[in-house]
């Protein structure tokens, strides 16, 4: 059975942290636009140097630029028996592109799940969010800390802050998600298939939500 999933979600949410949980579980690739891009822009690649001057400021990357990414990752062969999208769609347009690109290949989405967060949880998390500056994991400092202050339990090595968490740019990127990306959650209501959860629990206490959502929808 196909396991087509999007979490959606304010910054600070936990997307990524979920999204790596159920990756492992259910051996789908965990597809991050935000990853993606991260990757690109340390490599100085074309989509990297598209992308920095908008993440740097906590503002959208043009929808043309990160649609063609995912419309690529969905092509490959690991996604054929499903995939979780972290990240996106962030707006009305690339939720309608990523429709007709899954309607080509006789294909949908089958869930949607959507963290519901407060703002005050969102900005704990992103300010004591650190990141392994090798491998990309993601630790916090208080919540889920390393074994080793600093450094990545899995790669060994150093752990750093990610420049879009100061605190001026995550409030503009949680004003980006109001105005931009909340829609999207009417959007699938009308369609049926989104879920609410709580994205303000812990780690394991979601998962087992999550779970119990994929059983009632007999997705696991
Ligand atoms: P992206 O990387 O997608 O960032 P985001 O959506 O802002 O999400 P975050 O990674 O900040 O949060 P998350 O929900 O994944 O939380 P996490 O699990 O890390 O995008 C970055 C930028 O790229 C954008 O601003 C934009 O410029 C560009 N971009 C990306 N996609 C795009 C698109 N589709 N269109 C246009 N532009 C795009 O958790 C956060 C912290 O909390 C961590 O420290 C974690 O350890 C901790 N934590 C997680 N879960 C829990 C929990 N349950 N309890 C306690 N602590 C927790």
């Known amino acids: 059975m196909s ?12 997307k990524g942290t979920q999204s790596d949980v159920l990756s492992r579980r259910y051996k789908i690739p965990h597809i991050s636009t935000g990853d993606i891009l991260r990757k690109a822009v340390i490599k100085e690649v074309p989509l990297g140097v598209k992308a920095k001057s908008y993440m740097d400021k906590g503002e959208l990357v043009p929808d043309e630029i990160v649609t063609e990414v995912i419309v690529d990752a969905l092509k490959s062969d690991d996604a054929k028996k499903g995939f979780i999208l972290d990240g996106f769609p962030r707006t009305l347009n690339q939720a309608i592109a990523l429709d007709e690109s899954l309607s080509k290949i006789s294909s949908g989405i089958d869930l949607i ?91 394991d206490e979601l998962f087992k939500v999550i779970f119990k959502i994929f059983e009632d929808e007999h997705l696991a």
């Open 3 to 14: 396991m087509r999933l999007i979490l959606l979600g304010p910054p600070g949410a936990g």
């Open 113 to 203: 799940i959507y963290f519901e967060t407060s703002p005050e949880v969102a900005i704990e998390r992103l300010s004591g969010r650190r990141v392994c500056s090798k491998c990309g994991f993601n630790y916090h400092v208080k919540n889920i800390p390393p074994k080793q202050e600093g450094i990545c339990d899995r790669c060994g090595s150093r752990l750093i802050q990610r420049p879009d968490d100061k605190e001026e740019t995550v409030r503009n990127r949680l004003k980006v998600y109001q105005t931009q990306t909340k829609p999207l959650i009417n959007y699938y209501l009308r369609k049926g298939n989104l879920k609410k959860v709580s994205g303000d629990m812990d780690v």
